[in-house]
């Protein structure tokens, strides 16, 4: 079954901390993984693509497929980066349509 | 020069009421989704369309009903609300919905819905 598991509810650490955001995810195919943001009341924006290898606003995330993980890392964590964080999965299913799985989100708290 | 954009952005409404949520995208993109953000924060895909035909539908109460007039536009209706209706429901668009792998979905700001 395709499944993303984001085990943290809620992630506190203080300003200039490293963060990392956990996600592991299951599916039998060839994974595309997205880490997406959510700022206080607004629309969901895309952070990274695994595919794309970037670091945006100094968050990385690596796909590890042995450990079937996605996990989202920063080495100094600000106070604008408080937010939900979604984890993603594209899963492709018969017919050829995908959809994206989304995690159960963690919210980053980040406190001066 | 908003990607997607919906519309109300809030809407407080009694149990039972009807109501309509309306989705523009101006991307040009085919396919068009509805997904649902509970109490929880918990994200999960209601519908998708692509080139006004559904191709998603997941286990959603028939009072849901989803209308594509064309493929810019996905309108949500939902029918004799119920407190559990109570969420944030969002648009998105994508370019389509075969060649996903490498696009990006661009979520609309959201449609905070309470049910009282």
């Known amino acids: 079954a395709q499944r993303v598991t984001q085990p943290e509810k809620l992630l506190s650490v203080f300003k200039g901390a490293p963060v990392e955001l956990k996600c592991n995810y299951s599916?039998?195919?060839?994974?595309?993984l997205f880490w997406y943001v959510q700022y206080s009341r607004q629309r969901l924006q895309l952070l990274l693509r695994?595919?794309s290898r970037e670091s945006i606003k100094g968050f990385t995330a690596d796909l590890n497929k042995g450990e079937t993980s996605f996990h989202l890392k920063k080495p100094f964590a600000q106070e604008e980066d408080s937010a939900m964080y979604y984890c993603?999965?594209?899963?492709?299913?018969?017919?050829?349509?995908?959809?994206?799985?989304f995690g159960a989100g963690t919210r980053l708290a980040v406190h001066p | 020069d908003t990607a997607v954009s919906q519309t109300p952005k809030y809407l407080v409404t009694q149990m039972g009421n009807d109501k309509s949520i309306k989705c523009e995208q101006n991307?040009?993109?085919?396919?068009m989704y509805w997904y649902k953000q509970d109490s929880k924060k918990f994200l999960k895909i209601m519908f998708s369309?692509?080139?006004?035909?559904?191709?998603i539908n997941e286990t959603v109460p028939n009072r849901f009903s989803p209308k594509s007039p064309d493929k810019a536009h996905l309108n949500l209706h939902i029918n004799s609300l119920e407190l559990g209706d109570s969420a944030v429901y969002f648009c998105?668009?994508?370019?389509?919905?075969?060649?996903?792998?490498?696009?990006?979905?661009?979520f609309g700001e959201g449609s905070w819905l309470t049910v009282v």
């Open positions: 998105a668009s994508s370019q389509d919905f075969q060649r996903f792998s490498g696009n990006t979905i661009y």
């Open positions: 599916y039998s195919g060839s994974p595309e």
């Open positions: 695994h595919i």
């Open positions: 993603a999965l594209r899963a492709q299913f018969s017919g050829g349509y995908n959809k994206l799985i």
């Open positions: 991307l040009g993109h085919d396919t």
């Open positions: 369309y692509n080139n006004k035909e559904l191709i």
